[in-house]
T-cell receptor, first 112, second 114 residues
Framework: KQEVTQIPAALSVPEGENLVLNCSFTDSAIYNLQWFRQDPGKGLTSLLLIQSSQREQTSGRLNASLDKSSGRSTLYIAASQPGDSATYLCAVPNSGNTPLVFGKGTRLSVIA | GAGVSQSPSNKVTEKGKDVELRCDPISGHTALYWYRQRLGQGLEFLIYFQGNSAPDKSGLPSDRFSAERTGESVSTLTIQRTQQEDSAVYLC????????????FGNGTRLTVT
């Protein structure tokens, strides 16, 4: 059974810092890996999707890497801003037709 | 265009009553998911619809929970004889083709069972 772990559970940084969020998964036979953000009282917003054959994906100040063999992914946020404050979740499906298994998320606070 | 729409946004019900939650996915999305998020917990998979295939119901916690989807449109999640432990945010998501495409989530229905 796939299990997804995210470390740290919570993180507080001053504005402008670069930071890394970690995600690990137990079954490396994944189809892809997705990163989401969730704002309080809202649903999830898709940030990045990395296919199993890819090593990384970039969108603006966000860069996600994937090391499938070691069961790890990182989300790098450059020059953090208070608007980045949210919970960040990673999720993996084991195939194209199975539901995503989510980690519990990292709650990020960026202090102005 | 319109995103995933869920209704109601909030629902308070008495223990033992039945509730029905609605999800309108993005038009053209063949895949639809229901997840549950309890306070301080991660997302818990409930049920997955993909096109005309039989739904994956492996996440439904008990036979009090059921869901339907009409074609590739609206889905309803029904909880019968609600219990206090059913209190949670119920999130619906849709995507173009299952897990190969980014999931788009609604804002959820916050269910409180008193």
């Amino acid at each position: 059974k796939q299990e997804v772990t995210q470390i740290p559970a919570a993180l507080s940084v001053p504005e402008g810092e670069n930071l890394v969020l970690n995600c690990s998964f137990t079954d490396s036979a994944i189809y892809n890996l997705q990163w989401f953000r969730q704002d309080p009282g809202k649903g999830l917003t898709s940030l990045l999707l990395i296919q199993s054959s890819q090593r990384e994906q970039t969108s603006g100040r966000l860069n996600a890497s994937l090391d499938k063999s070691s069961g790890r992914s990182t989300l790098y946020i450059a020059a953090s801003q208070p608007g980045d404050s949210a919970t960040y979740l990673c999720a993996v499906p084991n195939s194209g037709n199975t539901p995503l298994v989510f980690g519990k998320g990292t709650r990020l606070s960026v202090i102005a | 265009g319109a995103g995933v729409s869920q209704s109601p946004s909030n629902k308070v019900t008495e223990k033992g009553k039945d509730v029905e939650l609605r999800c309108d996915p993005i038009s053209g999305h063949t895949a639809l998911y229901w997840y549950r998020q309890r306070l301080g917990q991660g997302l818990e998979f409930l049920i997955y619809f993909q096109g005309n295939s039989a739904p994956d119901k492996s996440g439904l916690p008990s036979d009090r929970f059921s869901a339907e989807r009409t074609g590739e449109s609206v889905s309803t999640l029904t909880i019968q004889r609600t219990q206090q432990e059913d209190s949670a945010v119920y999130l619906c998501a849709s995507s173009l083709e299952g897990s190969d495409s980014p999931l788009h989530f609604g804002n959820g229905t916050r269910l409180t069972v008193t």
